[in-house]
């Protein structure tokens, strides 16, 4: 088995510790965001090839864009919400 690639590995970890920030505000709670991140990286753990590995984090960047997308939505519709309402 081949060593993986360091940089791979920086970066998947980089997008894990990232997620689990945005995880923090997630609307469900933490606790319910946490396993699932930690389920869904633990399937991907014994990717070898860099071209998976490399696909999974274009995955992981995706969901990130995602979730942050919902918090801007979120934040978009309280704003609106306090200020037409009144």
């Known amino acids: 088995m ?7 590995r ?3 970890i980089a997008i894990y510790k990232e997620l689990l ?11 319910y965001f946490r396993p699932r991140l930690h389920r869904a990286f ?4 014994k990717l ?4 998976d590995i490399r696909k999974g984090i274009e ?7 995602e979730i ?4 801007y939505l979120k934040r ?5 919400k306090r200020y037409d309402g009144a």
Not at 2 to 8: C, I, K, R, V
Not at 42 to 45: H, L, V
Not at 59 to 65: G, L, N, S
Not at 68 to 71: D, F, G, H, K, S
């Open 68 to 71: 942050e997308a919902l918090y």
């Open 42 to 45: 633990m399937a991907n753990a």
């Open 10 to 12: 920086r970066q998947v």
């Open 48 to 51: 070898q090839k860099e071209e």
């Open 59 to 65: 995955r992981a960047e995706f969901v990130r864009k």
């Open 2 to 8: 081949p060593a993986p690639n360091p940089e791979l």
């Open 21 to 31: 920030h945005l995880g923090k505000d997630y609307p469900q709670g933490f606790s």
């Open 76 to 80: 978009y519709r309280t704003l609106r």
